[in-house]
């Protein structure tokens, strides 16, 4: 996935649903991850529902494929009636991704919930699992019911290190190694189960559970009682240090106090981020009876750091509010609004002397729990300090200066257009591609030459920390230790391509040590940890010589994002120097000396590389500096 983020992204969208048999409420986080790949069904009928969720990894493509195509199979066909129905789906719809040529993948479970029959008192529930999902059982005091899966979930994890998915994995032409003390499949993926990761279903067969990785359920059925929930979680909630008696505990203390479903994935999620969970975080609570819940949809804005300046961070702020039908500028006014609150609240409390927990719980009830993040970041057996988090209120808000003007009514579009002002000054500006005729005609391009001071690929010096750099990444092994080691890189497939090859550095974040390396002959960028690459010599600049003018001006006005200009005239068959080339649709920025002293994008078929033309061996066109997006 790339490098992660300097601050955790931790606005929740929460989703309710009620019914007349069912309450249900979902709460999603992104956490420290650059996007939020989970997604999540909730589907009720007069006869049961199908309550699931799915983590994504490698991309969202799979997660959103899966729920999607899932949610119109139970539209179309009703609740499966069986076991072998629901693998039938399982194995259906993984292949049709599979044929649609993506890469990513996605772990499932879910929970099919029937109702009590005539004069019975229990409802059943057939629970299905493909990957490290979790699905687990409480009773109304906070126990959990224990269940014959990981940690005693109703559910077991699917992983390399189980001696029979190891089995399976090596029965069906794949292999289990161990990197860094993690069992994975063919040396990549952590989970053995999974609906998606093409490359990983190639051997094997000839059943589709037959593969390295599968995408059948493991099946369970249990009964329990209408007073009973259940929880519903992705393994991000699970990799910290928060045990499932925990999870069902703290959901159960949250039904008790407020009784929303809603509130009590929230609570879930943000624990999980306090006991260090580095990855995406989903949650959803189910309880087994009925009634309206509201809101259906609603954002809990998430602490509003000066980060926005950071593009990955503004990116996953953003994708988080619109998930919730909300703009940044709609984000960025709750949170002011909340953060304000709670400081004012903060420094009414009587502070002198110890603090009791008793007191702190009172002040959360009255600015509200689902919305307070700092009243979750204590766990009640502990004494909240409120220094601290009085300290941390200010410090964000002097993100927003001295706020809106006084004179601007809460609620009204003039105090929302202070907001659209503040988040457009507040975030990174974007670049788009340039438009290629457009950049021949501006005055720009043509000029006598770059603005001084411009970053140009040819401009490095090669000084180390300069955008521009060529480097050689180290190879896999030692890249891929470096990755996962690192606080807030994650290891994708397609770092798999980059062990030992050739790139450019880009640009470096000297907060988190890494930097940001393209490669133009793979045609992406990745964000790798800056100790892993090595600097390699500067090349000189590449000269090339242009075509005839004929042959020139006809691969012009051929190309459908150049066109011609008079100014081109004089350059035929004149050498120049390459400073940028786009491998994406085939051109080359080209810069001419005295005396004609322009640059221009021409077609990369109506150059010539001199050195080739002299006898010499052809510039390596795979170390060229170039932006290619």
């Known amino acids: 996935m790339g490098a992660g983020l300097p601050k955790p992204v931790t606005s929740v969208p929460v989703t309710r649903q009620g019914g007349e048999h069912f309450q249900a409420g979902l709460a999603e986080m992104n956490g420290w991850r650059t996007k939020m790949e989970d997604a999540h069904i909730i589907y009720m009928t007069e006869g049961g529902a199908f309550f699931g969720v799915f983590d994504g990894h490698g991309g969202d493509e799979c997660s959103s494929f899966i729920t999607r195509r899932m949610t119109e199979e139970l539209e179309s066909k009703g609740l499966p009636a069986n076991d072998e129905t629901v693998r039938e789906m399982a194995f259906c719809l993984d292949q049709e991704f599979i044929d649609s040529g993506a890469q990513s993948g996605t772990t499932g479970t879910f929970a099919i919930v029937e109702l009590p029959k005539v004069g019975g008192d229990k409802h059943r ?109 992705c393994d991000g909630i699970s990799e910290g240090n928060f045990p499932n008696r925990e999870v069902v505990q703290l959901a159960a203390d949250n039904l008790r106090s407020h009784s929303d479903p809603g509130l009590a994935a929230v609570a879930i999620c943000r624990r999980a981020l306090d006991r260090k969970s580095n990855d995406n975080l989903t949650c959803m609570v189910v309880r087994l009876s009925g009634g309206s819940l509201e809101p259906e949809e609603e954002l809990l804005p998430g602490q509003f750091w000066d980060h926005l300046s950071h593009k990955r961070f503004e990116e996953a702020y953003t994708a988080m509010a619109k998930r919730a039908g909300c703009t940044l500028a709609m984000v960025a006014e709750k949170r002011y609004d909340l953060a304000t609150k709670e400081l004012h609240a903060l420094e009414g409390l009587p502070i002198c002397g110890p603090p009791t927990l008793e007191c ?207 100014k081109l005239e004089s350059v035929g068959e004149t050498q120049c120097t390459v400073v940028e080339e786009d491998s994406g649709d085939g051109t080359v920025c080209v810069l001419f000396g005295p005396p004609h002293d322009i640059r221009a994008w021409l077609p990369t078929i109506s150059v010539t590389d001199v050195g080739a033309q002299a006898g010499m061996a052809p510039y390596d066109r795979g170390e060229v500096p170039a932006a290619v997006d």
Request: with cysteine.
């Open 360 to 566: 702190w719980l009172a002040y959360c009830r009255d600015i509200g729990p689902q919305e307070c993040w700092l009243y979750s970041q204590a766990d009640e057996s502990e004494e909240p300090g409120w220094e601290e988090k009085i300290a941390t209120l200010k410090e964000e808000l002097t993100v927003f200066g001295e706020g809106p003007p006084s004179s601007l009514a809460l609620g009204s579009a003039e105090r929302l257009d202070w907001f659209e002002t503040f988040v457009r000054s507040a975030c990174v500006a974007d670049e788009p591609a340039p438009d290629m005729a457009e950049y021949l005609s501006s005055e720009s391009v043509w000029g006598k030459t770059p603005d001084a001071g411009a970053e140009s690929p040819c401009d490095s010096n090669g000084v180390e920390g300069e955008s521009g750099r060529r480097v050689r990444v180290a190879e896999l092994d030692t890249l891929r230790i470096a990755v996962e080691e690192h606080h807030i890189l994650t290891w994708s497939e397609r770092l798999f391509e980059v062990g030992g090859r050739d790139g450019t550095v880009e640009r470096d974040s000297y907060e988190d040590g890494t930097s940001l390396v393209k490669f133009i002959d793979l045609g992406f960028t990745a964000w790798l940890p800056t100790q892993t690459l090595t600097q390699l010599p500067q090349l000189p600049p590449r000269q090339v010589r242009v075509a005839r003018l004929e042959d020139l001006k006809m691969a012009v006005e051929a190309h459908e994002c150049l066109q011609w200009n008079e």
């Open 125 to 233: 529930i057939r629970i299905g699992n493909v990957g490290d999902s979790r699905v687990l059982l409480g009773k109304a005091d906070g126990q959990m019911v224990e269940g014959p899966g990981t940690d005693g979930a109703m559910t077991n994890d699917h992983k390399p290190c189980d001696p029979g998915e190891g089995e399976r994995i090596m029965r069906t032409g794949g292999h289990v190694q161990d990197v860094k003390g993690v069992k994975r499949v063919n040396g990549d993926l952590a989970v053995s189960r999974a609906f998606g990761d093409r490359n990983h279903k190639q051997t094997g067969g000839p059943g589709p559970g037959d593969r390295p990785v599968s995408a059948e359920p493991e099946f369970f059925t249990t009964e329990c009682d209408p007073t009973d929930f259940l929880v519903l979680v």
